[in-house]
């Protein structure tokens, strides 16, 4: 093929793609739909796993005290190796905090100032996060402890729902490329299907194949980097508008959430590449695919 | 030139489209086959423009072997010859021009020349005003023209036209008639399918007629219906 023929091709396949504008946005549309529903899964499992880091990563533990044995408590505390420093927390303390995390104003948590149910407790700091099981079973064995908040206890059970969401997630992602790689290919085939005749033609008058196949070619790659793009921008203003609403709530839980969230710039690049990587590959082969079943003529 | 020897088509479900038909198309000729209805016409033209392949026989045209040709080389082949379609077959989305060009961008013809020959051959058959017109925005008549301008464009050594007149008026049709025989002058084969006899007696030319897959008749336009009054037809079946 000639390079001057080359160059009419792309400009015919990037044509192609208003002509057939119709079925062309139906392509993108689909197209653009599995990508999102993939970049979420991809999001929401990256999401998981870094605030299971983030709890993990905080060396603080949260020592519940029985009433009345604080300095006693105290004492058998500073006699453990790897415990950096702890701090007094009161259960009046304890309880404002929790009321202002909770709700702003009003007196609607008046009956609770008269009648606190939260335990004291000491905010613990350790030295070697590593041997934090071993530090947390020495504050069990103190007298005068009701339950020690570890973050491991946290932490081990996001893992476990990540790692169900995880196995679940790689099931449905499997899932939905299937079903996707379906509904795209039938748009593409309907596409194809609808100039069955133009193919017709085309080999009527002497078009060999390489001829006819090149700006579907091009058509299915610009109709999937336009879906890889459209998705990605759709994700990207999803996520931003999700970390603005965190922002806005003051539920206890949220900041860390946030603190935890993986910023978009940081996939935004695999994402992106994934997507066009998805994209040309499904446009491409599924337009080349396609349309040598009409060939034979 | 084209050859037909003892050719044989019979279609995947039992149906017996052309039997044991033979003959041969010289180079300049201007050939009319005419038949009813299922006489075996499209499948002749379809087994030229090697859209099918015979059962049994041999076919030769432009030197191309077509029973043994190479699913490769067709492309190539057809470029050799121009075809007309009763339903047109422009490709809707691109304009008269592009229509035009398009067969000969397929053979690798570029820039300028593309340029000057689809000008000059929109200009013969009277169509420069419109060439960037779509073929909807052009009546029946034109858009045919536009489809022997595409057919010609490539200076194939032989036409074939499957019922060109078919699906325009009949004012109309004299005047494609009357450009294909002028194009045959030039010196392209022309084989034009037909089934309106007026147009066939009109032009006074050889004839081949099919019935029911077989050749009945291949003669002169004159002998052959002087033929058909006088009782002397000219059966070349295997009577």
């Given at each position: 093929m000639k390079l001057s023929n080359l160059g009419y091709l792309l400009r015919q396949g990037v044509k192609n793609v208003w002509l057939n504008r119709l079925l062309s946005a139906a392509s993108i549309g689909v197209l653009t739909v599995c990508f999102l529903l993939i970049g979420t899964a991809v999001l929401f499992s990256r999401n998981l796993g870094s605030f299971v880091h983030g709890i993990e990563k905080k060396n603080e533990l949260v020592v519940f005290l029985e009433d009345n044995t604080s300095k006693h408590v105290a004492e058998q505390l500073k006699?453990?190796?790897?415990?950096a420093s702890f701090t007094f927390v009161s259960k009046e303390a304890a309880l404002k905090l929790q009321l202002e995390t909770l709700y702003?104003?009003?007196?609607?948590?008046?009956e609770l100032n008269r009648d606190n149910p939260l335990p004291d407790c000491y905010r613990v700091t350790l030295?070697?996060?590593?041997i934090i099981k071993k530090t947390v079973d020495k504050i069990n064995?103190?007298?005068?402890?009701?339950?020690v908040n570890s973050p491991n206890d946290v932490a081990q059970i996001i893992t476990t729902i990540k790692n169900t969401v995880n196995y679940a997630g790689i099931v449905i992602v499997a899932f939905l490329l299937f079903v996707s790689l379906f509904i795209v290919a039938t748009t593409i085939k309907m596409t194809i299907y609808d100039r069955r005749r133009e193919i017709n033609i085309m080999k009527f008058v002497g078009a060999n194949n390489i001829f006819i196949r090149v700006p579907f070619l091009v058509e299915g790659l610009i109709l999937g980097i336009i879906s890889a793009f459209l998705a990605y921008g759709m994700l990207y203003l999803g996520y931003s508008y999700m970390f603005d609403v965190l922002a806005k709530f003051k539920v206890a839980v949220l900041p860390m959430i946030k603190e935890n969230m993986v910023p978009f710039q940081e996939i935004s690049a695999y994402l992106l590449s994934g997507f066009l990587y998805l994209g040309s590959i499904i446009g491409t082969f599924g337009s080349v695919f396609f349309v040598r079943k009409h060939l034979k003529v | 030139m084209i050859l037909f020897s003892n050719v044989s088509k019979e279609y995947?479900?039992?149906?017996?489209?052309?039997?044991n038909v033979s003959f041969t198309v010289d180079t300049g000729e201007f050939v009319f086959v005419v038949g009813h209805s299922g006489a075996g016409k499209s499948t002749i033209m379809k087994l030229i423009m090697r859209e099918e392949k015979a059962t049994s026989g041999q076919i030769e045209v432009n030197g191309y072997d077509l029973q043994g040709i190479r699913r490769r080389q067709i492309s190539r082949y057809r470029r050799s010859i121009g075809m007309v379609f009763q339903d047109f077959r422009l490709i809707n989305q691109m304009t008269i021009y592009d229509n035009v060009a398009f067969a000969l961008r397929v053979t690798g013809v570029v820039g300028r020349e593309i340029r000057k020959r689809v000008l000059y051959i929109l200009d013969l058959v009277g169509l420069l005003p419109k060439a960037r017109c779509f073929p909807h925005q052009v009546s029946g008549g034109e858009q045919q023209r536009v489809a022997l301008a595409r057919a010609l464009v490539n200076n194939p050594s032989i036409i074939i036209a499957d019922?060109?007149?078919?699906?325009?008026d009949p004012e109309l049709s004299n005047g494609v008639m009357e450009l294909l025989d002028e194009i045959n002058k030039c010196g392209p084969t022309i084989v034009v399918v037909s089934h309106e006899h007026n147009l066939v007696k009109k032009l006074n030319k050889r004839v081949i007629n099919l019935e029911n897959g077989r050749m009945i008749a291949d003669t002169g336009l004159g002998d052959w219906f002087k033929g058909e009054e006088d009782g002397k037809r000219q059966r070349l079946d295997e009577e």
């Open positions: 006699k453990i190796k790897n415990i702003e104003g009003g007196d609607l948590f008046d030295h070697d996060v590593d064995k103190i007298h005068g402890i009701v339950h | 995947a479900n039992g149906a017996v489209a052309l039997d019922e060109p007149t078919g699906n325009i």
